[in-house]
């Protein structure tokens, strides 16, 4: 892949060149290299496949990466763990985290000041970090959708705001463009995960995050889902679900021609490896109940092969997605009868 130096937008929305102003060069050092390495190893213990991906980002888009995904991992900690502490107690404690994260309060907590400063520096919007809690706050009393569009609401924060503030680190020449692509594509990583962690979510959180009305079209019942009770309109169910994930994926890929040149690869590997859990659904049969599915290291390090392999001769990434990635082209993508399965987001058109 071909490399080329490019800056970062400061506070009034100029292009930065780190390597020869000062004072940017200053403020980068404040995220010293212990913030970021405490980072990286909670991104690799915690996020293997998102790492892998991250790797293969420039420097100046790596090193805030980590900090960004320790911090979401953090505060998604304060919800998801295996002894919650009461709800007024996390919610008093995700509320520290929005302080911290917007510089509204001191911190010690490394991870939180570090990603203070790299939301001072690269300018990443309030209100995405609001949504990101939000989201979090939402998971404390909010077990089930009854439908997409509620879903879909979640997914702002949980998802999009994330591929929002990725979008701010890499600062591409026209943010505005890009930031509907990256919600886009937010989204369809948080839905593959939300496809394949049926079980799990259900086991240890109980949750169903599984839309209730994509359910009941199949006739399926939580009594069924706590069961494990694999049935022919669970199968449909799962399957609709794909597509809308797919119509996701399809739509984000579309717009990481806007990012960085050098940004490009990474972000397309992530969308290659999150959509290859689709792959595994589908051998299992649409099978989510009786086990999760994994990627195998062998599998992830053939991906990122193919990947670059086409990426060599095409750095087109649309055409490198279609030709690598398990996600059907849109023809293919058609429920019989015509039905839709389910909206997919408001996206510009190129």
């Given at each position: 892949?071909?490399l080329?130096?490019?800056?970062?937008?400061?506070?009034?929305?100029?292009r930065?060149?780190?390597?020869?102003?000062?004072?940017?060069?200053?403020?980068?050092?404040?995220v010293?290299e212990?913030?970021?390495?405490?980072?990286?190893?909670?991104?690799?213990?915690?996020?293997?496949?998102?790492?892998?991906?991250?790797r293969?980002?420039?420097?100046?888009?790596?090193?805030?990466?980590?900090?960004?995904?320790?911090?979401?991992?953090k505060?998604?900690?304060?919800?998801?763990?295996?002894?919650?502490?009461?709800?007024?107690?996390q919610r008093?404690?995700?509320?520290?985290?929005?302080?911290?994260?917007?510089?509204?309060?001191?911190?010690?907590?490394?991870?939180?000041?570090?990603?203070?400063d790299?939301?001072?520096?690269?300018?990443?919007?309030?209100a995405?970090?609001?949504?990101f809690?939000?989201?979090?706050?939402?998971?404390?009393?909010k077990d089930?959708?009854?439908?997409?569009?509620?879903?879909?609401?979640?997914?702002?924060?949980?998802?999009?705001?994330?591929?929002?503030?990725?979008?701010?680190?890499?600062?591409?020449?026209?943010?505005?463009?890009?930031?509907?692509?990256?919600?886009?594509?937010?989204?369809a990583?948080?839905?593959?995960?939300?496809?394949?962690?049926?079980?799990?979510?259900?086991?240890?959180?109980?949750?169903v995050?599984?839309?209730?009305?994509?359910?009941?079209?199949?006739?399926?019942?939580?009594e069924?889902?706590?069961?494990?009770?694999v049935t022919?309109?669970?199968r449909?169910a799962i399957r609709d679900?794909?597509?809308?994930?797919?119509?996701?994926?399809?739509?984000?890929?579309?717009?990481?021609?806007?990012?960085?040149?050098?940004?490009q690869?990474?972000?397309?590997?992530a969308?290659?490896?999150?959509?290859?859990?689709?792959?595994?659904?589908?051998?299992?049969d649409?099978?989510?109940?009786?086990?999760?599915?994994?990627?195998?290291?062998?599998?992830?390090?053939?991906?990122?092969?193919?990947?670059?392999?086409?990426w060599l001769?095409?750095?087109?990434?649309?055409?490198?997605?279609?030709?690598?990635?398990?996600?059907?082209d849109?023809?293919?993508?058609?429920?019989?009868?015509?039905?839709?399965?389910?909206?997919?987001?408001?996206?510009?058109?190129?």
């Open positions: 892949m071909s080329h130096p490019v800056g970062v937008s400061d506070h009034a929305g100029k930065v060149d780190q390597s020869t102003d000062p004072v940017a060069a200053t403020v980068e050092r404040m010293d212990s913030q970021i390495e405490r980072s990286k190893r909670i991104q690799q213990r915690t996020g293997k496949t998102f790492h892998l991906a991250t293969l980002l420039p420097e100046r888009i790596r090193h805030p990466t980590y900090v960004l995904y320790a911090f979401f991992r505060a998604d900690e304060v919800v998801d763990t295996e002894d919650p502490a009461p709800p007024p107690v008093e404690r995700l509320e520290r985290f929005r302080d911290a994260a917007l510089g509204r309060i001191d911190t010690d907590d490394p991870v939180l000041a570090a990603f203070a790299i939301r001072e520096r690269h300018g990443i919007e309030p995405d970090i609001d949504a809690v939000d989201a979090m706050l939402t998971d404390i009393s089930r959708y009854e439908e997409y569009a509620e879903l879909e609401a979640y997914m702002d924060g949980s998802a999009a705001a994330v591929g929002r503030m990725m979008t701010s680190l890499m600062a591409p020449d026209d943010p505005e463009a890009a930031r509907p692509y990256a919600t886009a594509l937010g989204e990583f948080q839905l593959s995960n939300f496809i394949r962690d049926v079980r799990e979510d259900l086991v240890e959180r109980d949750r995050y599984l839309p209730r009305e994509t359910l009941d079209r199949y006739d399926v019942s939580e069924q889902l706590r069961r494990f009770e022919d309109g669970f449909a679900e794909l597509a809308r994930a797919e119509a996701l994926y399809r739509r984000g890929v579309a717009g990481i021609a806007l990012l960085p040149r050098d940004c690869f990474g972000v397309l590997l969308a290659v490896l999150y959509a290859d859990h689709h792959r595994l659904v589908r051998r299992l649409c099978d989510v109940l009786s086990t999760t599915p994994s990627l195998s290291l062998t599998r992830k390090l053939s991906l990122l092969a193919r990947t670059r392999w086409h001769w095409s750095k087109d990434p649309e055409a490198v997605f279609r030709t690598v990635s398990v996600v059907p849109a023809d293919r993508d058609r429920r019989p009868g015509g039905h839709n399965p389910g909206r997919a987001g408001n996206l510009p058109t190129r």
